[in-house]
């Protein structure tokens, strides 16, 4: 059984006590504020070690539990955006979505979106006949003439920024010229 490396390995040199610089960065630094808490500063003794004891924790919450990290992330958080209506700026910048209309997603650099809804099935639990059928049907919906047209229409719409009700109208053209029927196709 061969054993697979994972991919997010990050390798760091150890300098000393077999810790990074990093480790030992943010050792030293709470270290010593702790030290000068504890050996120059004329404070009550409870209150000096209380004092050092949070400082050394937190060094090793930056050293070992990796807090810088966390506290970007919170800090990333906190400029974040938290809650906001479609008719935010922020999140009309954020998304990049100029309007949505008859089912298509129109974006700002004037690219076209389209959602498909399909049902969930759980495929693993189908018989063996289901699940060619499944995949039968799925194969004769991509190799369908309209589907393939669409598609392809859709692509130069995509490609050329052109007006994609136009693309549509041509589609639907082609396609009662060789004969189909497209009378339960929406055009937007």
Not at 23 to 43: D, E, N, S, T, V
Not at 112 to 133: D, M
């Amino acid at each position: 059984m061969p054993y697979e490396i994972p991919q997010n390995l990050k390798y760091t040199e150890k300098i000393v006590f077999g810790m990074s610089f990093w480790q030992l960065f943010w050792i030293c630094l709470f270290g010593g504020m702790a030290g000068i808490i504890f050996f120059k500063l004329p404070l009550d003794f409870y209150l000096k070690a209380g004092l050092s004891i949070v400082l050394m924790a937190l060094g090793a919450g930056f050293a070992f539990f990796g807090f810088w990290e966390h506290l970007n992330t919170y800090k990333g958080y906190r400029k974040g955006i938290k809650e906001a209506g479609f008719f935010d700026k922020r999140l009309r910048n954020f998304t990049e979505i100029k309007k949505i209309e008859n089912d298509a997603i129109y974006l700002n650099n004037g690219a076209l979106r389209a959602v498909l809804e399909v049902t969930p099935i759980n495929f693993g639990i189908l018989s063996g006949s289901e699940q060619k059928a499944v995949i039968s049907a799925y194969m004769d919906f991509l190799n369908s003439s309209a589907t393939a047209s669409l598609s392809e229409e859709l692509w130069k719409a995509y490609n050329e920024r052109v007006d994609p009700k136009g693309s549509l109208q041509a589609l639907m053209d082609r396609v009662s010229a060789e004969g189909e029927d497209t009378e339960d196709i929406p055009l937007p």
